[in-house]
């Protein structure tokens, strides 16, 4: 008998990948999302249109017992959308209304295994304040002290699927994504993340130009390849261990070095003009010990790889619009 999956965010970055990823491996796959992804068509054997935040239209979607569910679903955006604290409200209520009634349709489909993305957004503001020795190992959550209401509400929906384990014998799994990038994703508008955002700007630059950047570009990240989100994801739902667990690169950079990672893929001298403007916190990496002894995986793609396909990508896109 084919194994079902639904993938609800379908329509996003990661969601549209998931998706290709499944079908590669012979499930049958309802996608469900407020839109199609708008850079790919879409495998999924059946996709949905409609808002998650409508408990109606959750059970309408959730109407048989799916082998596995994926909720990648949330509102969400890079640094210019989640901290300037013009959206805390909306990203509150629309990504916990969203997951309370998943969790909630799901249990009463008898559906044991989901799938949760939460985020390195919910680690405490004050263990990633020295950029270059930041503590994203999965027992420092508490004292819970996020820097965004991103970050509280993706701690508050952890709480809820593994509260759906304890209480209602659940299998939920709960992964805490570290910036995952690659084609196929925002690069543009406003919501975009820092690999994609610096690949666009280098790809409209000419050699010798300044593109901006926020901040003094000295706070670090790691930068996970949407491939490799897959294969950690996957892995988790299947396995025995609920989370949460960190999946992310340990491949720590300053977004300094971001740029000039890219500038090499480009082949253009670019210099950096620093401005004022969203930053986040100083520091963030992830810690990837859980994850080896839980499910003896870690990544493997550098950062240089990802960013080689990415930036290619984004430049075809670029020159697309431009024509």
Request: charged content about 25%.
């Amino acid at each position: 008998m084919t194994k079902t999956a639904l993938v609800l965010g379908a329509g996003g970055f990661i969601g549209g990948h998931l998706v290709k990823r499944l079908k590669r491996e012979g499930l049958w796959v309802r996608g469900v999302d407020l839109k199609f992804n708008e850079y790919a068509e879409t495998e999924a054997d059946d996709f949905v249109i409609g808002d998650l935040r409508d408990q109606a239209f959750v059970r309408g979607v959730i109407d048989q017992r799916f082998d596995e569910v994926y909720q990648l679903a949330a509102d969400m955006g890079g640094a210019g959308y989640i901290f300037t604290g013009e959206h805390d409200a909306d990203i509150m209520h629309n990504s916990a209304t969203i997951n309370l009634n998943v969790a909630d349709a799901s249990h009463k489909r008898n559906i044991r295994r989901v799938f949760y993305s939460s985020s390195a957004c919910m680690y405490p503001e004050h263990n990633q304040l020295d950029p270059d020795n930041p503590n994203c190992a999965e027992d420092s959550a508490y004292p819970a002290a996020p820097d965004s209401e991103y970050g509280w509400e993706k701690l508050f929906s952890e709480r809820l699927f593994l509260a759906y384990n304890r209480n209602h014998g659940m299998e939920c799994r709960v992964a805490r994504y570290h910036n995952i990038f690659g084609p196929e994703g925002t690069w543009d508008g406003g919501k975009e993340k820092a690999p994609a955002a610096v690949c666009r700007k280098i790809a409209m630059a000419r050699s010798g130009d300044a593109i901006d950047i926020w901040g003094d570009g000295l706070q670090t990240r790691s930068f996970l390849y949407v491939d490799e989100c897959l294969e950690g994801s996957l892995r988790l739902l299947r396995s025995g261990f609920e989370g949460p667990v960190n999946i992310g690169s340990e491949e720590m950079v300053t977004i300094n070095q971001l740029v000039r990672l890219v500038a090499d893929i480009s082949g253009k001298t670019i210099e950096i003009n620093h401005i004022d403007g969203p930053t986040g916190v100083r520091g963030r990496n992830s810690d990837n010990r859980l994850i080896a002894e839980k499910l003896g995986w870690a990544p493997s793609m550098t950062l240089k790889a990802g960013l080689e396909k990415t930036y290619g990508w984004i430049e075809r896109q670029v020159l697309r619009n431009a024509a």
